[in-house]
């Protein structure tokens, strides 16, 4: 009771951040750090054996290993027939050395040929790992797509990811807020993606530093669950610590009867309990922006940042620095539409879902690439290309001259070796565009699957709207 009034305090309303933040706070630090529980760990073979190697150097042991988990997927080979080897010299150590790491410690490993095997970000909700509330993290800075589930994900370093195993909790320091509600509709073709890009080109590539970042709004609500996935993905390209989506019946519809996820009365205590996740009202924010949904068209990114996004028909802005102009080879005022591509690329774990493959699919089928045009689709998970398979989509990508991959990372970067000639102009669904990500000297637009399906046919930069 507050004191001299005879009513009952009222709970400070609160964002979906401070309710999970809270719920899992151990101790309290000054400076608004805290001492976190973490729940769940993911692992991958680039950075998986370092830490773990050297958490059994020390002499201590993973705390609980049925809450770690492990995957090849950075730079295992997506070719067909694929083995340890990788295309990236000595990668075959970092596969086999994690695999040997994760069995000593009795951590679940989606080894290269396993049927669970793919990217993190698309097995962990795939297989109902990641459920809303829970704390995760992994040494990606991707890891925010999990937080489309409603839970609070984000990326860590090597060094925490050992102590996080050792102990169950992780040292962080308290963010801001940040809410970014997507009023209105979206238009058709329009996608998650071009929404992502559309916000990071009106805010800057650093607008979301030091916020967990909350998407809220009608446009975001109507979004399927890969859609959402999508829309937090790149929150990391925005400089967010994560980005987050109170989970909804659309979340628990998707989620319920997934391995990991709760069965059973565990499960309907699990979504009574789910259904408080969410901002309640009068909770404040740090910062807000609005967007409107029915505003946004097909966006194309430009330069060698997310930031530098256009819409598909529009033209290079004037101002940037020389450098970028001359890395991408584009000349301010220059319409990006009908620029010449080398090569289309369908993958990653920003779009490389069943979902995403329907959209590019859909375009494609009864056309061909352009002459010229190396094609690849890598879906995101082995689930991902059974799926795909029984419904015919692999078919209508080889088809039309795309080649038809394994899973994993594949040619968002670098790091596992393959890439495209240095000088390459490549259209492609991942979520960086910075110079030499896909290869020395590539230039590289990101944009979603639907612009880069159709770009592939024409043989440059095209609009996808209009295309039956």
Same mark, same amino acid.
């Given at each position: 009771?507050?004191?001299?009034?005879?009513?009952?305090?009222?709970?400070?309303?609160?964002?979906?951040?401070?309710?999970?933040?809270?719920?899992?706070?151990?101790?309290?630090?000054?400076?608004?750090?805290?001492?976190?529980?973490?729940?769940? @760990?993911?692992?991958?073979?680039?950075?998986?054996?370092?830490?773990?190697?050297?958490?059994?150097?020390?002499?201590?042991?993973?705390?609980?290993?049925?809450?770690?988990?492990?995957?090849?997927?950075?730079?295992?080979?997506?070719?067909?027939?694929?083995?340890? &080897?990788?295309?990236?010299?000595?990668?075959?150590?970092?596969?086999?050395?994690?695999?040997?790491?994760?069995?000593?410690?009795?951590?679940?490993?989606?080894?290269?040929?396993?049927?669970? &095997?793919?990217?993190?970000?698309?097995?962990?909700?795939?297989?109902?790992?990641?459920?809303?509330?829970?704390?995760?993290?992994?040494?990606?800075?991707?890891?925010?797509?999990?937080? =489309?589930?409603? =839970?609070?994900?984000?990326?860590?370093?090597?060094?925490?990811?050992?102590?996080?195993?050792?102990?169950?909790?992780?040292?962080?320091?308290?963010?801001?807020?940040? $809410?970014?509600?997507?009023?209105?509709?979206?238009?058709?073709?329009?996608?998650? +993606?071009?929404?992502?890009?559309? #916000?990071?080109?009106?805010?800057?590539?650093?607008?979301?530093?030091?916020?967990?970042?909350?998407?809220?709004?009608?446009?975001?609500?109507?979004?399927?669950? !890969?859609?959402?996935?999508? #829309?937090?993905?790149?929150?990391?390209?925005?400089?967010?610590?994560?980005?987050?989506?109170?989970?909804?019946?659309?979340?628990? /519809?998707?989620? +319920? *009867?997934?391995?990991?996820?709760?069965?059973?009365?565990?499960?309907? $205590?699990?979504?009574?309990?789910?259904?408080?996740?969410?901002?309640?009202?009068?909770?404040?924010?740090?910062?807000?922006?609005?967007?409107?949904?029915?505003? @946004?068209?097909?966006?194309?990114?430009?330069?060698?940042?997310?930031?530098?996004?256009?819409?598909?028909?529009?033209?290079?802005?004037?101002?940037?620095?020389? &450098?970028?102009?001359?890395?991408?080879? #584009?000349?301010?005022?220059?319409?990006?539409?009908?620029?010449?591509?080398?090569?289309?690329?369908?993958?990653?774990?920003?779009?490389?879902?069943?979902?995403?493959?329907?959209?590019?699919?859909?375009?494609? +089928?009864?056309?061909?690439?352009?002459?010229?045009?190396?094609?690849?689709?890598?879906?995101?998970?082995?689930?991902?290309?059974?799926?795909?398979?029984? !419904?015919?989509?692999? +078919?209508?990508?080889?088809?039309?001259?795309?080649?038809?991959?394994?899973?994993?990372? %594949?040619?968002?970067?670098?790091?596992?070796?393959?890439?495209?000639?240095?000088?390459? $102009?490549?259209?492609?669904?991942?979520?960086?565009?910075? !110079?030499? $990500?896909?290869?020395?000297?590539?230039?590289?637009?990101? =944009? %979603?699957?639907?612009?880069?399906?159709?770009?592939?046919?024409?043989?440059? @930069?095209? /609009?996808?709207? *209009?295309?039956?």
């Amino acid at each position: 009771m507050t004191p001299g009034c005879g009513r009952p305090t009222l709970p400070e309303p609160r964002t979906l951040f401070a309710k999970i933040w809270d719920a899992h706070v151990i101790a309290p630090l000054g400076d608004d750090g805290a001492i976190l529980a973490i729940d769940r @760990i993911f692992l991958h073979e680039r950075t998986g054996a370092a830490a773990l190697n050297a958490l059994a150097e020390a002499g201590r042991k993973v705390a609980d290993p049925s809450r770690v988990f492990a995957v090849t997927d950075h730079i295992v080979d997506t070719r067909p027939g694929r083995t340890d &080897q990788t295309l990236m010299p000595g990668g075959q150590a970092f596969i086999t050395e994690t695999r040997a790491a994760t069995k000593a410690a009795g951590i679940r490993l989606f080894d290269v040929n396993d049927p669970d &095997q793919g990217i993190v970000h698309v097995i962990s909700p795939e297989l109902g790992i990641v459920l809303p509330g829970v704390t995760l993290i992994a040494p990606d800075s991707h890891s925010c797509t999990q937080g =489309a589930l409603g =839970a609070l994900a984000w990326g860590i370093g090597s060094s925490e990811a050992e102590h996080a195993m050792a102990t169950g909790t992780l040292r962080m320091k308290r963010p801001s807020t940040m $809410r970014v509600t997507f009023d209105g509709r979206l238009a058709p073709v329009v996608s998650p +993606k071009d929404m992502i890009l559309a #916000l990071i080109a009106a805010h800057g590539a650093g607008g979301g530093a030091g916020h967990a970042i909350e998407f809220a709004g009608g446009a975001v609500e109507a979004l399927s669950m !890969e859609g959402r996935m999508t #829309l937090c993905n790149m929150a990391t390209e925005f400089a967010a610590m994560t980005g987050m989506i109170a989970p909804d019946q659309t979340c628990f /519809d998707w989620l +319920k *009867g997934r391995r990991y996820a709760p069965s059973g009365a565990m499960w309907d $205590r699990a979504v009574a309990s789910w259904r408080s996740l969410r901002t309640d009202a009068g909770a404040r924010f740090d910062r807000e922006i609005y967007m409107d949904a029915a505003s @946004i068209a097909p966006m194309v990114s430009w330069g060698t940042s997310p930031e530098h996004s256009i819409p598909v028909d529009g033209t290079v802005p004037q101002g940037s620095s020389p &450098q970028v102009h001359d890395y991408i080879g #584009l000349a301010p005022g220059q319409p990006v539409s009908g620029v010449p591509i080398d090569a289309a690329f369908i993958g990653s774990c920003t779009n490389a879902r069943l979902s995403d493959l329907r959209v590019a699919a859909a375009i494609l +089928k009864g056309r061909k690439v352009a002459k010229g045009v190396k094609a690849l689709c890598v879906p995101g998970s082995m689930q991902v290309r059974r799926d795909a398979e029984a !419904e015919g989509l692999d +078919k209508i990508f080889i088809e039309a001259g795309f080649e038809w991959r394994m899973s994993g990372c %594949s040619l968002c970067f670098y790091a596992g070796g393959e890439g495209f000639p240095s000088g390459a $102009r490549v259209i492609s669904t991942t979520n960086r565009n910075f !110079e030499g $990500r896909q290869g020395p000297g590539v230039r590289t637009h990101i =944009a %979603s699957p639907a612009t880069v399906a159709a770009s592939a046919l024409a043989g440059c @930069i095209a /609009d996808p709207r *209009g295309i039956a």
